[in-house]
Structure formats: structure tokens, C-alpha cells
């Protein structure tokens, strides 16, 4: 698996996070928790399935209790946070709080080993966190200190999934099935918390459940293995600028389904969001030629000297 490669598996989350609302329109008037459930619960089978195809089940037993963890506090934390922002804080301004998260990943990044964190990450994210903003925001209310409780959920919801996204490096040996086993915990978590908080509705024709096995299968399901390989293995700073790239394709599929106007905002955060990911490769693809080994001098010419 090379860096570029499983960089662009990782992409393939933020494509498929693209399709959320569009798929969250479709479930409604299923609730929140009860819907987390039922699409953590496809989720979870697509992992289990794949990993006995594969021969992994055995693998699946011997999962570091610390990888367990990460994995259980990343997906069903976010989820559990998020969804208690928004009962406390107007959901535009809690969700462009939650999506802190792509620049979080490229300032903790530079944490990790083999890699550095260059001003053209910085930037990018930047960009791309304005660009976000101005899709999330849309000209609505501005902030309120009423609304604080929910601002501070949403925030320790961007530090969940940064951190899970970040500290999964230090896991690259736990193969990307055990994510399987993440979904499931977190299926059974969302499903206690619908029990004691939520009415129970279930879909009431076949639209609403295609919509359900929509995003079990993708934005809810196959995006969290695809963003495990990305994560481990490929160029984790470019995946978190790229990944405000998934609020400008959800609204530009809203827009092209009729559900969303376009507008003025949504080409200045397209220029936003693609600058940004242009600064960021760039920033990778200097660092690569950087850390790219030189060849050594033929013989009798000596090496340039550092000016």
C-alpha cells in the first residue's frame, strides 16, 4: 500500500460524507440515535462480512484493548456529542464548530513521527475551515453565549474525531476490519441512548428505507474503513483539508437535486475549499521531494554546497 494510494482511499470517506444529507433528508422522520443505530448495525455487518471473507474473524479477538477503545470513543463519541450539540446549540452554528475537526487533524498531525507540518497545511486548512463556514453559516444568527453548553459539546466533538483520526496511526498494525467491531459497540451504544431519550419511528415506506441502507452502506459504513486506511497509512494532512471538500459536494448535490438554492456563497467557499486543498498538496509535494532521498555525486564532482 503506498502513501498515495491509501491517501486517496481515504478520500474516498470524504466522497461518500458528501452523500450524508442528502441520505439524512430521505430518513427523516426516523430520529437521530435510532437512525445512528440502525446504520452503525450495516455498518458493522459490512466489517464482519468482509473480515470472514477474508479469513480476519480470528484476527477480530485479538484487537488491542487501547485500539478497542480509540476506535469504540471515535465513532460513537463523535456521534453521541453531536447530536447532544445540536440539542443545545442552532445546528449551523454547533456543526461548523464540530467541523473544526479537518483543521484539528493537520495542527495534531505535526505530532506524529515522519511527519512535519508545514505553513502551506496551515493555510490550506484555513481556507478550507472559511469555505466550510460559509456553506455551514449560510448569513444565519450569529453566536450566543446562551448557546455556550452546546458550543463546548460541539467543540469536544471536533477533538474526539481529530484525535480518533490522528492517534489511529499509532494502530497502523490493526487491520482495517476491527472497524467492524467499532461500529458495532457504537450501534449498541446509540441504541441505549434512543431507548432512554427517543421515541421509536420506524420508516414508513420503501424511499425512507432506502435512504436508511443508503447511508449504513456509505457515508454511515464503508467511509469509516476507507478513512482507516487513509488515516494510518496515507498523507494524513492532506486528507484533513481535503476533507471540507464534503460540505461543498453535499450542498452542490442539494443544489443539483432542487432540495438547495445555489447561490453567491457557495462559489466563493468552492474557491475557498479548492484553494485550500491546492495549498495543502502543494505543501505534501514539497515535503516529499524534501524527505525523498538524494542520489549521490558522480565521481570527481562534488556536492553542492548549502548556501
Known amino acids: 500500500m503506498t502513501r498515495t494510494r491509501a491517501t486517496a482511499i481515504g478520500f474516498v470517506a470524504v466522497l461518500l460524507w458528501a452523500l450524508l444529507a442528502l441520505f439524512t433528508v430521505g430518513s427523516a422522520p426516523v430520529p437521530p440515535l435510532q ?96 469555505g466550510a463556514a460559509l456553506i455551514i453559516l ?6 450566543s453565549l446562551t448557546h455556550m453548553t452546546g458550543y463546548l459539546l460541539a467543540l469536544a466533538c471536533a477533538f474526539t474525531w481529530s484525535s480518533y483520526s490522528v492517534l ?53 459504513g464503508l467511509a469509516f474503513y476507507t478513512w482507516d486506511v487513509g488515516v494510518k497509512h496515507g498523507d494524513i494532512q492532506m486528507l484533513g483539508v481535503a476533507s471540507y471538500a464534503a460540505p461543498l459536494f453535499s450542498t452542490i448535490i442539494l443544489v443539483a437535486t432542487g432540495i438547495a438554492p445555489p447561490s453567491l456563497q457557495l462559489a466563493v467557499a468552492t474557491l475557498l475549499i479548492t484553494g485550500g486543498a491546492g495549498l495543502a498538496a502543494r505543501a505534501s509535494m514539497r515535503g516529499a521531494r524534501a524527505a525523498a532521498p538524494q542520489p549521490d555525486p558522480l565521481p570527481g564532482v562534488s556536492a553542492p554546497k548549502d548556501e
Open 168 to 220: 489511529s496511526r499509532r494502530f497502523g498494525e490493526v487491520p482495517t476490519a476491527a472497524v467492524g467491531l467499532f461500529c458495532l459497540a457504537t450501534a449498541i451504544g446509540s441504541t441505549l441512548l434512543h431507548l432512554a431519550w427517543e421515541q421509536t419511528v420506524w420508516p414508513a415506506d420503501a424511499v425512507t428505507w432506502a435512504a436508511i441502507a443508503g447511508l449504513g452502506l456509505g457515508p454511515v
Open 35 to 130: 437512525l445512528n443505530a440502525m446504520c452503525f448495525a450495516i455498518g458493522a455487518v459490512i466489517g464482519l462480512v468482509w473480515a470472514a471473507w477474508n479469513g480476519q474473524l480470528s484476527t477480530l479477538r485479538r484487537i488491542p484493548p487501547a485500539a478497542f477503545a480509540l476506535g469504540t470513543i471515535g465513532l460513537f463519541g463523535y456521534h453521541a456529542l453531536y447530536f447532544a450539540a445540536l440539542r443545545n446549540a442552532p445546528p449551523a452554528q454547533a456543526g461548523l464548530i464540530a467541523y473544526l475537526w479537518p483543521l484539528l487533524i493537520v495542527l495534531f498531525s505535526g505530532l506524529l513521527p515522519g511527519e512535519t507540518l508545514r505553513p502551506g497545511h496551515l493555510l490550506g486548512g484555513l481556507a478550507g475551515f472559511a
Open 138 to 143: 449560510g448569513g444565519g444568527d450569529s453566536f
